[in-house]
Structures are given as structure tokens and as C-alpha cells.
């Protein structure tokens, strides 16, 4: 089974933090992402990336960054965490090309104080 | 802009019901559906993907209608366990995932 392996369950941190979200897939796809999901909201879109190096905006990229220096590592980096950016954030992984659906982590839900 | 949209529901049905939801999407240069299950609390899980000719997996049909932009998930033989959120999602050329926000179905006994 691919596996896709997110470092935290749960993280509280304090407004104005650098916070780093790591996302760790075993099964040598080529696409990553990174989505929030909110009450209300759904599934949204923050950056995504389709090989190592490479990163393309998302619907909601402003307050992130991402980084991509291992096929198998997509980091998502909250620069000065804010209280709206409290939220479950989803790791995502793909074979290469648009017709295989994503294989999820299991999500971190982050919490700025 | 709401590019795939969803009834949210709840859709309460009692046990060996058939249920339909159904999801229509903005774009006609979509290229892939898919049909994915999230259970309270958990990360979304694909169900299965939608092929134009339609397919079937046990009590689960996926259909695709191109000329009105929508797809649709019907679980025959309702279970306890089909009880989640249902999240379509569509997919163009050279871009992500979009999601929709999902359909509630509570089965009951």
C-alpha cells in the first residue's frame, strides 16, 4: 500500500511561529500536495508540486510556502503562523499525470494560539 | 467561483436503502473524476474513479454525464458502515484536484 506519512497528528504553536510541516510518501510518485480543510469550506488547495524542485501555486497559497528537495519530501512552511491558518492540513500523492486519483496522509490539525 | 458542487445533505437513510448523490462541475475540459470517502476525523480515502462508460464496484455505480457536467455515486443495499462524507473530485489538464465539499449519509438501523 503507498503510504503517505505526515510528521504530526496534532501541533499547537504561537502566532507569529515559523512552522514546518513535513510530508513523506514511499512509493516513488512524482505529484505532491498540500491541502486545509475546513468546516464549511472543503478541501483547498494550498500549493502542489509535480517533481523535485518544482512547486506551482494553489488556490490559497498566501501565508505558505513549500519546499521539494527529495522526490519523496514535500515540506509545507507556514512563514508567521496566524490564528486563520488553524486548520487540518492534508498531504497528497500521485502517480505522474492527471487520471490517478490521490493517496492522503492521515493529517495534521494545527492549532495557532 | 464554485467549480464542483455538492448537496451537502445529510442524507438519512435506514439500512438496504439505495441512495444517489449526485455533482456537477464548471468546467467541460475536466478530464478525471474520481468519488473519495472521509470518515469523521480522517483523511480522504478514494472510493473509485469514473470512466465515461460508467463502472461498478459491488453495491457501489459511478456514472459520468459529459453533455450536463455531473457524476454521480449510487450505493445500492445501504450498510451502517457506508455511513461518511462522500467528496467528489475533478481534475484538468496540468492542474490539481479540485474537491467538492462533500455529502453527509448517516445510515440507520
Known amino acids: 500500500d503507498v503510504k503517505v506519512t505526515q510528521s504530526s497528528r496534532y501541533l499547537v504553536k504561537r502566532t507569529g511561529e515559523k512552522v514546518f510541516l513535513e510530508c513523506v510518501q514511499d512509493?516513488?510518485?512524482?505529484?505532491m500536495f498540500w491541502y486545509r480543510q475546513d468546516p464549511g469550506l472543503g478541501l483547498r488547495l494550498i500549493y502542489f508540486?509535480?517533481?523535485?524542485?518544482?512547486?506551482e501555486k494553489g488556490d490559497i497559497p498566501e501565508g505558505y510556502s513549500v519546499s521539494r528537495e527529495k522526490k519523496e519530501r514535500f515540506s509545507l512552511i507556514l512563514e508567521s503562523a496566524s490564528t486563520n491558518q488553524t486548520s487540518m492540513y492534508l498531504c497528497?500523492?500521485?502517480?505522474?499525470?492527471?487520471?490517478?486519483?490521490?493517496?492522503f496522509g492521515s493529517g495534521t490539525r494545527l492549532t495557532v494560539v | 467561483r464554485k467549480e464542483v458542487e455538492q448537496d451537502p445533505g445529510p442524507f438519512n437513510v435506514p439500512e438496504g436503502a439505495t441512495v444517489a448523490f449526485n455533482c456537477t462541475y464548471s468546467?467541460?475540459?475536466?478530464?478525471?473524476f474520481f468519488w473519495y470517502r472521509q470518515d469523521c476525523r480522517k483523511e480522504p480515502k478514494l472510493l473509485m474513479s469514473?470512466?465515461?462508460s460508467g463502472n461498478e464496484d459491488g453495491r457501489f455505480t459511478a456514472q459520468l454525464n459529459r453533455a450536463s457536467q455531473y457524476i454521480s455515486l449510487l450505493i445500492r443495499d445501504s450498510k451502517l458502515s457506508d455511513s461518511a462524507t462522500y467528496l467528489c473530485?475533478?481534475?484538468?489538464?496540468?492542474?490539481?484536484?479540485?474537491f467538492g465539499k462533500g455529502t453527509t449519509l448517516s445510515v440507520s438501523s
Open positions: 497528497a500523492s500521485s502517480l505522474a499525470g492527471g487520471n490517478y486519483g490521490y493517496t
Open positions: 512509493m516513488d510518485h512524482e505529484n
Open positions: 508540486s509535480y517533481d523535485v524542485k518544482m512547486k
Open positions: 468546467n467541460s475540459a475536466s478530464q478525471s
Open positions: 469514473v470512466y465515461s
Open positions: 473530485a475533478v481534475n484538468q489538464a496540468g492542474t490539481a484536484l479540485i
